[in-house]
């Protein structure tokens, strides 16, 4: 029966993320489509997801569990694939929830767009809190990220993020697994790209995306992701792009802003108000939520503030320094090995 048939297997490395676990396997039990396993890989937990696996084992979800030292999320991921039965492979991160008719409307846009790697957007469900909605705002927004995250316009060439991803089995035999570094579903995309295989978006299959719960842990993550670009530019030159930049740029230009409107006339943060402004409008007439609309403000503050500190950083230490480099020094230097 075609219920029974895995086309598809999900991917999910976790690390000390039980409830999040207990809240995605709710959501793909709930799917209306079944043609897929469920592979969730614990890495190293200290607080182990078995007995949540296990509950929905026998509730009828087709999934495995496995257990592995902890050795990073990439590594979880490939050690996932080789245990994939499945024909395509689908990757989500351990917080997000899958709406029921995931799998019915992927089926539908493979047939009529079947490209060997898709990815889809991610959206902020119901249930979560103002400040997880006022994040998922910061990062999907155009006014914040150019639309890099998987909406519908962008200023850069689509590239799918392990939150909502997938590839054919030719493409994993060809392209290999996950690289262990910050940003590593960037590059595995750009690997696929690169190698000759068709990418694409599917803009009406999005995920519920928890992220970070609170503006600090945002800060950390937006930082890593501001210090990860300048490693993907160093493993390929030509992906940087004008958007990589904005958050830098948005940087030294409030710190000159402030500088000026300190010493010469306040009017200098005029700009940044109106900037801020259009946050908080779009975010109003986005969300329907006086409350996430003025979260929304310092989200996206730590948005731009977080990603582009992080690249500074970086762009000094890798490329005017030359320090600090890893990643197999940024894979010998593309391909200088």
């Known amino acids: 029966m075609e219920e029974n048939r895995t086309t598809y297997s999900?991917?999910?490395?976790?690390?000390?993320?039980?409830?999040e676990v207990e809240e995605l396997l709710g959501s793909l039990l709930r799917q209306t489509a079944r043609n897929f396993e469920v592979i969730i890989v614990e890495d190293g937990s200290t607080e182990p997801c078995r007995d949540v696996?296990?509950?929905?084992?026998?509730?009828?979800?087709?999934?495995?569990?496995f257990f592995k030292e902890n050795e990073g999320r990439s590594i979880a991921r490939n050690y996932g694939l080789e245990r994939a039965k499945g024909d395509y492979f689908v990757f989500f991160d351990s917080d997000c929830v899958i709406p029921a008719d995931y799998f019915s409307k992927l089926e539908k846009m493979r047939s009529t767009h079947p490209y060997d790697a898709y990815g889809g957007p991610d959206a902020a469900d119901s249930s979560f809190s103002t400040t997880q909605k006022a994040i998922n705002f910061a990062m999907t927004s155009f006014l914040t990220t150019g639309g890099i995250r998987g909406g519908r316009v962008?200023?850069?060439?689509?590239?799918?993020?392990?939150?909502?991803?997938?590839y054919s089995r030719e493409v994993y035999g060809k392209v290999g697994g996950f690289r262990e570094m910050f940003s590593e579903d960037i590059d595995m995309s750009t690997r696929i790209r690169l190698a000759g295989f068709s990418i694409g978006l599917y803009?009406?299959?999005?995920?519920?995306?928890?992220?970070?719960?609170?503006?600090?842990?945002?800060?950390?993550?937006?930082?890593?992701?501001?210090?990860?670009?300048?490693?993907?530019?160093?493993?390929?030159?030509?992906?940087?792009?004008?958007?990589?930049?904005?958050p830098a740029v948005f940087v030294i230009g409030v710190l000159a802003m402030v500088i000026l409107?300190?010493?010469?006339?306040?009017?200098?943060?005029?700009p940044l108000a109106l900037y801020l402004f259009m946050i908080w409008q779009?975010?109003?007439?986005?969300?329907?939520?006086?409350?996430?609309?003025?979260?929304?403000?310092?989200?996206?503050?730590?948005?731009?503030?977080?990603?582009?500190?992080?690249?500074?950083?970086?762009?000094?230490?890798?490329?005017?320094?030359?320090?600090?480099?890893?990643?197999?020094?940024?894979?010998a230097m593309r391909k200088g090995k």
């Open 154 to 166: 962008s200023l850069e060439k689509f590239t799918p993020r392990t939150f909502n991803m997938g």
């Open 10 to 19: 999900v991917i999910v490395p976790v690390y000390n993320r039980a409830a």
């Open 203 to 246: 803009p009406n299959l999005p995920v519920y995306h928890k992220r970070r719960v609170d503006f600090k842990k945002f800060f950390r993550q937006v930082y890593v992701f501001g210090m990860s670009r300048i490693t993907l530019k160093l493993l390929y030159p030509d992906s940087m792009k004008l958007v990589h930049w904005l």
């Open 282 to 331: 779009t975010a109003l007439v986005a969300t329907s939520s006086p409350v996430i609309a003025f979260k929304a403000i310092p989200a996206s503050l730590i948005q731009l503030g977080g990603y582009g500190c992080g690249f500074l950083k970086a762009y000094f230490q890798k490329i005017i320094c030359r320090r600090g480099r890893n990643v197999a020094e940024e894979i």
């Open 53 to 65: 696996v296990d509950k929905y084992a026998g509730k009828g979800l087709n999934v495995r569990y």
């Open 261 to 270: 409107a300190i010493f010469v006339s306040p009017w200098w943060l005029a």
